[in-house]
């Protein structure tokens, strides 16, 4: 079952920036360009919200900031916990044919916590056992070799198809190879990605989360007020 992108992507946002707007949220996830690689519409993005927050994973708050109402979002208990769940499938999980799930969940790594060794591990091994099962790939001129775990050489199908598979094999190989370096450096600590690790970076001056986070503040003293 395919990760459902969109609900992780505005979960994790309003994890990461909340108490924040609509407007917010989504001049954030359009910077991320995921009309791109994460196939999901930016005008879509309010209505997401709305739904989440009818199920119960976003808390939805009326407040009037200076003379404007606005809505403004906080992950509820639900919503940590669905959170957890998608970014803990995304890391973990492999498929031959989209990687959105993937990307989405490692551009979040630190709201996975102490999860996400764990899931990238067993990403690893997931990523160790699809390849065994596709074909290696072929010298040039010949035909790629029937795969290491199979029953029958003609399942893999025609030639230009077994060549298909062999490219197959070899972005999984490189994704292998990448993930082993960010899992040691991960391990080493030489890759930062919890919270409160020390990234030696931070935004540009102009960066607009600048701005969040003073209307993060802003928000959260209304949000006491009105409780």
Known sequence: ????????????????????????????????????????RP???????????????????????GTRDVSVYELAAPGQAE?????????????????????????MLPLAGDEAVPALERRRQALQEHLAGLPEPPPAGQQPRPPRATT???DLGPPHARRMLALWGRKLTTELHWLEEVLADLVSGALPY????????QPAE??????????????????????
Not at 9 to 22: E, H, K, Q, R, S
Not at 24 to 31: C, D, K, M, P, T
Not at 194 to 201: N, T
């Open 1 to 40: 079952m395919a990760v459902n992108v969109t609900r992780m992507l505005l979960l994790g946002a309003v994890a990461m920036f909340g108490p924040v707007n609509g407007y917010q949220i989504r001049r954030e996830l359009v910077s991320w360009q995921i009309d791109q690689w994460a196939n999901v």
């Open 43 to 65: 005008g879509s993005i309010y209505h997401g919200l709305s739904s989440l927050a009818e199920r119960g994973l976003l808390v939805r708050h009326e407040v009037v900031d």
């Open 83 to 107: 959170l957890s769940r998608l970014l803990r499938e995304g890391l973990e999980t492999v498929t031959l044919y989209d990687s959105r799930g993937f990307s989405a969940a490692f551009s």
């Open 152 to 154: 029958a050489a003609e």
């Open 194 to 201: 919890r919270l409160d690790d020390d990234w030696a970076w």
């Open 206 to 227: 102009d960066d607009p989360g600048w701005q969040m986070d003073q209307d993060r503040e802003r928000y959260r003293r209304l949000l006491e007020q009105q409780r």
